[in-house]
């Protein structure tokens, strides 16, 4: 029973770890974690219910699991072959492209769950000052 509950920390440990891991060596996993957070400010700040939360919380999920998985892939294949590989290629483009049709449909979800013009107004008066609201819109494009 004990070995068990090792074995089962043991991995979590290691799904923990190649998540770190590809949080320090991948530039886009941070680019998608930057999103995440600047979504999430902008949907406290839109007062998301909590159904448009757990919509986003998949979205955000779907989309940094996508990324682990083409992480994976990618190392994968640079661990098979160190040259160019036209079978090599398509792998890693198709794992890409995986990866860009969950971010696009992600947006494509959010524009549906933030669309309420009488939401935007609230959001507006949250951040009234002038300085808020070019940072609200710098970040909401970065983002």
Same mark, same amino acid.
């Given at each position: 029973m004990i070995r068990m509950f090792l $074995? !089962?920390?043991r991995g979590f440990g290691y799904a923990l770890r190649g998540i770190y891991q590809t949080l320090r060596e991948e530039r886009n996993f941070r680019i998608h974690?930057? %999103?995440v957070f600047f979504v999430s400010w902008f949907a406290f700040l839109y007062g %998301?219910?909590? $159904?448009?939360w757990v919509v986003l919380c998949l979205l955000f999920g779907g989309v940094l699991a996508l990324e682990l998985v083409n992480t994976a892939v990618e190392k994968t294949v640079d661990l098979i072959t160190s040259d160019? %590989? #036209?079978? %090599?290629k398509k792998a890693k483009d198709a794992a890409a492209g995986a990866v860009l049709i969950g971010a696009? !449909? $992600?947006v494509i979800v959010a524009v549906f769950l933030f669309r309420d #013009?009488?939401?935007w107004a609230l959001v507006l008066q949250k951040i009234q000052s002038p300085v808020r609201i070019s940072c609200f819109v710098v970040f909401a494009v970065l983002a």
């Open positions: $074995s !089962i920390f974690l930057v %999103a %998301a219910t909590a $159904s448009q160019y %590989a #036209p079978l %090599a696009v !449909i $992600s #013009p009488l939401h």
